[in-house]
């Protein structure tokens, strides 16, 4: 009993060893911190790029790649350690061979970080312990701050036929709901949930009355659409439709449970809303036809939801670039300057983050967004505006936020913001690619990298715009739907 005793005593002080030995390890060798010296002329405020160390891995890097076409071959590295007899840093130079430099000698010396990781090598004071750490500068091989519609960024419009005539794609619950004409009697519904996988469903859709298929949209609880002789009609799920009203000349789209459009009697105009049937003389520049898709918002600031809508043409055919408001059952002009005149704009919302280069953390602002329309030399406009203001005020993006010249210039296209769970970025392969091209500065991080992770990240959700049909100056239909996304947001996030 005793002789086990004392193996048991020796056993727990060789473990105890062996534990203050581990801990003595990672101390004595451990880097504090990592930065890069200010060099404006490389890069503004380089000494605040963010650098991860990674002890326990031995790995120091920056999770946020600095921006495409960086130049890192000659950097001044600053490195805090808690005391060391040697720290040497190795990398490979231009000429392809191995340079070390003594950083406790030469800590101002420039370091080549272009040609592969760096190795520093630290030995503890007493120089009982040494330990190499790897230490990586990343750069992005692309625009991660570009809109990207190259990568499966087009496919045929979801429908029975294969060339439709005329299609308009609107939102109904949590489905995209797809309505096509094939030019002479038959229309077809498509039902996505997930634009990326195609249709859940295609269906042949009777009407008994002839549709303006341009003029089908959805409020919260139901469906519409015009016919020909301006009655509206309604329907619960897309399939069965019955009039309900009478007198419409446009629709411009839902507000929760109310359809909000123009009605019209003889050279009248009136806008209107249903169920509820408040109707208001329309404003002078009013658009009655060709507006933009409508978006809806709330904020804390207003108890009723608020609408925007913009472009089109007034009841004397004038074009506009007018911002138009909805709350509270009245229509209100808000936009102070007019954008280019055009109707059939895209109009989406979504989030515009620019990375700040004082602090080097991303910023991020919501934000509508304006693409297409036709103007009244009979043109497109080419031009991507943006508004942080919900359409108070518009701005002409920078060159590289325009859409790419394959896409064609086009009118009355429906743009929808959808979330994908992303692993890869793989899609359903009847998605074509297109050559890669510089594009917009769009995009969304989180803020910063976090401090511990726990669990792996494996999936994340991405939001991809996703623009639905359109049509050319010839009214003729592009049956297309265009796939567009943030390049970092295909990044697997920071950890």
């Known amino acids: 009993m005793c002789c086990a005793a004392i193996t048991l005593l020796m056993a727990a002080c060789n473990e105890k060893s062996d534990e203050e030995v581990s801990t003595y390890v990672y101390s004595s060798v451990a880097v504090r911190s990592f930065t890069l010296s200010a060099n404006d002329k490389v890069l503004n405020n380089l000494d605040s790029v963010y650098f991860s160390v990674d002890l326990m891995n031995a790995k120091i890097y920056n999770a946020d790649s600095l921006p495409i076409n960086t130049k890192i071959d000659k950097l001044v590295v600053n490195i805090t350690t808690v005391g060391s007899s040697v720290a040497e840093l190795t990398f490979r130079n231009k000429n392809d061979k191995d340079t070390t430099v003594n950083y406790l000698e030469n800590s101002t010396d420039s370091i080549n970080f272009a040609n592969g990781p760096v190795k520093f090598h630290i030995v503890s004071i007493d120089g009982s312990v040494s330990r190499d750490y790897e230490i990586k500068v990343n750069v992005h091989k692309t625009k991660p701050d570009s809109l990207y519609w190259n990568r499966h960024s087009r496919t045929n419009l979801p429908s029975s036929f294969q060339i439709p005539a005329a299609q308009k794609t609107v939102k109904f619950g949590d489905k995209l709901l797809t309505l096509t004409y094939n030019g002479a009697s038959a229309y077809s519904l498509a039902y996505q949930s997930n634009p990326a996988a195609g249709a859940d469903k295609i269906a042949n859709i009777s009407f008994g009355f002839t549709p303006d298929v341009n003029s089908f949209s959805s409020t919260d609880v139901k469906l519409y659409i015009l016919d020909g002789s301006g009655n509206l009609y309604s329907s619960a799920d897309g399939e069965a439709w019955q009039k309900v009203d009478s007198g419409w000349f446009s629709l411009i789209g839902g507000q929760g449970s109310e359809l909000l459009g123009v009605k019209r009697t003889g050279n009248d105009y009136m806008t209107c809303s249903y169920p509820s049937l408040i109707q208001s003389p329309v404003a002078p520049s009013f658009p009655v036809k060709g507006m933009s898709q409508l978006y809806t918002y709330t904020t804390e600031w207003s108890k009723n939801p608020v609408s925007v809508m913009l472009g089109g043409s007034d009841k004397d055919g004038k074009l506009n670039g007018i911002t138009w408001s909805y709350s509270g059952g009245q229509w209100a ?121 726990v669990t792996p990240i494996t999936q994340w959700e991405v939001p991809y715009i996703y623009m639905y049909g359109g049509y050319s100056e010839q009214s003729v239909l592009y049956n297309t739907v265009w796939r567009g996304v943030i390049n970092r947001l295909t990044f697997k996030p920071i950890q």
């Open 333 to 453: 002009q808000v936009s102070k300057k007019p954008i280019a005149e055009a109707e059939g704009y895209s109009l989406f919302p979504y989030e515009y983050v620019y990375t700040d280069t004082t602090t080097w953390k991303p910023v991020s602002k919501p934000v509508i967004i304006a693409v297409g329309g036709l103007k009244s030399d009979r043109t497109f406009n080419r031009d991507t505006y943006m508004s942080y203001d919900l359409g108070y005020n518009w701005f002409k993006a920078s060159n590289l936020m325009q859409l790419p010249s394959y896409i064609p210039g086009m009118r009355d296209a429906q743009c929808f913001v959808v979330n994908n769970t992303e692993t890869s970025r793989a899609v359903n392969q009847a998605w074509q690619e297109y050559p890669s091209v510089a594009l917009p500065s769009w995009l969304f991080i989180a803020d910063g990298p976090a401090a511990r992770a």
